[in-house]
């Protein structure tokens, strides 16, 4: 089975890489988006949604930095649908200089604390 992970290529500054979804929010939120890219936002987050579970819809704490330090998520590489969709995101982030690194991992590359068809929630074997 392989993972696969879409985070920025640079830390923030407490050293975390979010992945795209992080980071397109953080544009949003800033108002840095255009028309069209705060659609194509909102419309694919509904397609997400609508496709895949929300691990904090399962267990609250997922991503709790307390109870998982450092948690991310991971598509499996078997979701294709769910890997191939990240390219539009991949697009307006570059647009916005905002570049990600795909990560591909062969083995779970942490404690997975959540998992389901599509994906895992892993805590770094470092943290």
């Known amino acids: 089975m392989a993972y696969v992970r879409f985070q920025s290529a640079e830390p923030t500054a407490e050293g ?9 929010n953080t544009l949003s939120r800033a108002g840095r988006l255009t028309p069209e890219q705060e659609e194509f936002r909102r419309t694919n987050h509904a397609w997400y949604e609508a496709h ?4 904090t819809t399962v267990d609250p704490t997922v991503y ?3 109870v998982n330090p450092g948690a991310t998520a ?9 890997v191939a969709r ?3 995101y991949l697009e307006i982030l570059d647009a916005h200089g905002l570049r990600c690194d795909k990560l591909v991992s062969h083995q ?4 997975i ?8 929630v892993v805590v770094p074997f470092s943290a």
Request: no cysteine; hydrophobic share 35%.
């Open 86 to 88: 990240a390219a539009g």
């Open 113 to 120: 604390v959540y998992e389901d068809d599509d994906q895992i």
């Open 64 to 66: 709790d930095h307390s």
């Open 52 to 55: 895949y579970t929300n691990p």
């Open 108 to 111: 779970a590359p942490g404690r």
């Open 16 to 24: 975390r890489h979010p992945g795209f979804f992080g980071l397109i």
């Open 74 to 82: 991971w598509f499996k590489e078997s979701a294709e649908a769910l």
